[in-house]
């Protein structure tokens, strides 16, 4: 026990080791970024479990994204292993909340099976229903403003009583077509991301024993939780008000989805016992690089001013780089990429690198360019697996077996491959089904059996379709629900492909890249694979991570094992598309080594040794859209205190629409520029000597760097731009002609302005 402990408290700093180990019951640790929030909030849990003995089934740990949480999984059980890890009540706010409702669900007329509807379904039933209402309302806003009042906790029930007594007929409008929505939902059996923490909340009031075991919640990245968050943590805590937060003011990007700032007080003013700890050393990044930071963090002059203090070196300058377009832009990113390789020898690989993007959309041209080197890389937040035609079209009939209520997954895969039921067909059996009150599903049944009250005329040819239609899920429902021979998510997935011949169905649709295509059908069968079911129910209690622990006479029948091991798979497939699932891509079973290219949002509380920050220009970052400076500056500051020893920050003249920009407006002061250089930086032994201290991984020989700058020689590509020779019409010239002081003149053009 005794060194487990050690393993457990070792290496922490003096403020870790009080957080760590604190008797506080309620406690709250701010900190800035590279700090060790995250780091004492795992060892927190670890001390929890072994010096105070909490059952790890009592302990819920909450975190933001679906990475963070397996990353926090690995690292407890690094430090105590033994697999207890495991049944820590450990994940997202979203994957948390979806199991007590699976369990627990019914209590408050949650139906068995429901699915979850992702932002592409939300955005399809919205406009359906204003469509068939008639009215004009702006499908977007609607959907951010629903999305806004539920995530304050608010329904539209409550909401329809407010707007009663109103007379602006935008209103009005706004609250019937939240009505219809949420109607639209329920008939669907579906829940949306809001719904999941909204209906926890309910459940969780009507019913606080389905959370009497809770015994202590922890919650990473406080700063970004909103109302909904706030009362789900009071509820879960409710019986022992034991809880651990951490997180960081000077981070939160997330108030354009309603975070509340003000939970962190909020949360103080709820338990007068809170015990706030602060840490104060950066363990992460070079001080040149915190220094930087620091000065961008600071022009917000309403923030309290406090300051990233250094563990390491000064390190190497960051650099700031403007650029003649966003494809020269990307391209000096790749070359950077492969001489800071080369040069650091076997010091770093590709997935020590980061391009983090203000918004995805930014990717196509650095995406092109790695493409072009041949370099490896993943995009966290893009266009994601999950989003791609063929795989959407497998999933929805998925979703359909096992939930065939589900009208909008069943409208899009009625005529694919096709079988004679029209656009307007489909669209005329779903309006009517909705008028009906039915859901689409059992309209189609009752108009093939003729049904009196149908006035949607169906030809034979289409009878027919929607006989095959019908067909394929029944008989596909039949496998799944066959108690005797329960099939897997991955079996019944083989079976609607062979079923649908899909793969020539591939090839007949999409002739170029039919083969990619088919690949990455292969990845998702290869993912459902994941889920087996396993027939015998007393095995399966032992093997189920995500069961929640038994409360005499709550929890609901389990459902037949086929169907469960189904919804668990479209779940996590749903939470994981709106939360970024990334998997490290395999090499012979290994995590291949790749360029990690996502949005800053989603970079939150990772690091990496080397990183770039491009497109730094004022319309991106900050955003022309977005409402809240000083949100737009914290998320510069979480992208730059991502780095760990090299920081590289760029803009291109031009932007995609062709017009000249101006340097971000937060990176072009003088105090800022002060801490930044446009020139290199040059990859030499100090540099190599710098990465490897903040690193603290073995650097590599003196002999290895002089071989390998020496390799370097001969390959100018990979000097560029450097070197500038002459080399009529190549990309080296024109670089060389472009003045690498332009980003000094863009300064002081803007140094003018400032000084009047
Ligand atoms: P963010 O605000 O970005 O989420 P954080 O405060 O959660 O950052 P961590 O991710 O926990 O910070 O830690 C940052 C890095 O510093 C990690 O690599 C971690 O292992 C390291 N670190 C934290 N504490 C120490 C320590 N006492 N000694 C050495 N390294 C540490
Ligand atoms: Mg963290």
Request: charged fraction near 25%.
């Amino acid at each position: 026990v005794t060194l487990l402990m050690e393993t457990i408290l070792d290496g922490l700093n003096a403020a870790q080791h009080d957080a760590v180990t604190s008797p506080a019951n309620v406690l709250q640790v701010l900190a800035p970024p590279g700090s060790g929030k995250t780091k004492t909030l795992t060892s927190r849990v670890a001390y929890l479990l072994r010096h105070d003995r909490y059952r790890p089934w009592n302990v819920i740990c909450l975190t933001f994204t679906i990475k963070s949480s397996r990353e926090m999984k690995e690292r407890i059980s690094k430090l105590i292993g033994n697999g207890i890890e495991s049944k820590l009540i450990l994940g997202t706010f979203h994957s948390v909340c979806r199991r007590y409702l699976v369990t627990y669900g019914h209590l408050i007329g949650i139906h068995k099976g429901f699915g979850i509807a992702d932002s592409t379904d939300t955005t399809s039933i919205i406009k359906r229903v204003i469509r068939r209402l008639g009215l004009t309302i702006d499908p977007k806003k609607a959907q951010s403003r629903i999305s806004s009042l539920k995530s304050r906790g608010l329904t539209h029930t409550e909401l329809g009583q407010q707007e009663a007594t109103r007379k602006d007929v935008e209103q009005q409008e706004f609250a019937v077509v939240f009505g219809a929505y949420e109607n639209q939902l329920a008939q669907s059996n579906l829940l949306d991301y809001d719904d999941l923490l909204l209906r926890s909340v309910d459940l969780l009031r009507q019913h606080p024993s389905c959370v009497s075991n809770v015994e202590v919640v922890l919650i990473d990245e406080f700063q970004d939780t909103n109302l909904v968050q706030f009362d789900l943590m009071r509820l879960f805590a409710a019986k022992h008000k034991r809880i651990t937060t951490v997180g960081d003011p000077d981070q939160s990007i997330y108030g354009w989805r309603s975070a509340e700032i003000e939970n962190l007080k909020r949360m103080q003013k709820q338990y007068p016992d809170t015990v706030v700890i602060h840490l104060e050393d950066n363990y992460r990044s070079s001080a040149a690089i915190l220094l930087a930071a620091q000065e961008v963090i600071e022009q917000d002059e309403s923030r309290p001013s406090k300051s990233l203090l250094p563990t390491h070196c000064p390190g190497t300058v960051p650099v700031l780089r403007r650029l003649p377009s966003a494809d020269v832009e990307a391209q000096w990113i790749v070359s950077e990429i492969l001489r800071v390789a080369c040069l650091t020898g076997n010091l770093l690989t590709y997935s020590d690198f980061a391009i983090l993007l203000r918004s995805a959309s930014l990717s196509r041209q650095v995406e092109a360019a790695m493409g072009k080197a041949g370099i490896p890389y993943r995009m966290v937040g893009g266009q994601r697996f999950f989003d791609r035609v063929e795989i959407k079209i497998l999933l929805d009939y998925l979703r359909v077996l096992s939930q065939p209520h589900n009208n909008d997954a069943l409208s899009r895969i009625l005529n694919i491959p096709a079988r004679g039921v029209g656009t307007t067909t489909a669209k005329g059996l779903l309006e009517e089904a909705e008028m009906r009150r039915v859901s689409l599903w059992i309209h189609i049944r009752d108009a093939i059996q003729g049904h009196a009250s149908i006035r949607t005329k169906i030809s034979k040819a289409v009878e027919h379709g929607l006989g095959s239609f019908t067909n394929i899920i029944l008989t596909a429902r039949k496998i799944c629900i066959d108690d005797v021979h329960p099939q897997s998510p991955v079996d019944l997935l083989r079976y609607i492909i062979k079923k649908l011949d899909f793969k020539a169905y591939l090839h007949k649709y999409y002739d170029n890249d039919h083969e990619s295509r088919w690949a990455n059908v292969e990845e998702l069968i290869a993912q459902a694979a994941e889920y087996p079911v396993s027939g015998n129910d007393v095995l399966r209690e032992k093997k189920d991570d995500d069961r929640l622990p038994k409360i005499e006479g709550l929890e609901q029948e389990i459902g037949n094992a086929a169907e469960e091991a189904l919804a668990k798979f479209l779940a996590n497939v749903a939470l994981a598309t709106e939360f970024q699932r990334e998997d490290d891509e395999l090499q012979n079973g290994r995590p291949l080594s790749q360029v990690t290219i996502s949005t800053i949002h989603a970079a939150k509380g990772l690091e990496w040794p080397v990183v770039f920050v491009p497109s730094a220009y004022d319309g991106c970052i900050p955003h022309s859209r977005a409402e809240d400076t000083d949100e737009e500056r914290r998320l510069l500051y979480v992208a730059m205190t991502r780095a760990q020893a090299l920081l590289y920050m760029s803009c291109p003249t031009k932007n995609s629409h062709r017009e000249e920009t101006m340097l971000s407006s937060f990176l072009s002061t003088k105090k800022v520029g002060e801490f930044l250089t446009n020139k290199g930086p040059t990859v030499d032994l100090d540099t190599v000597k710098d990465i490897s201290r903040i690193l603290r991984r073995g650097s590599p020989s003196m002999v290895e760097v002089v071989e390998a700058s020496k390799k370097l020689q001969n390959r100018e590509d990979s000097l560029w731009p450097l070197n500038g020779k002459e080399d009529n019409g190549s990309l080296q010239a024109r670089w060389s002609k472009w003045d690498l002081d332009a980003g000094d003149e863009q300064v002081s053009k803007r140094r003018r302005l400032e000084d009047g």
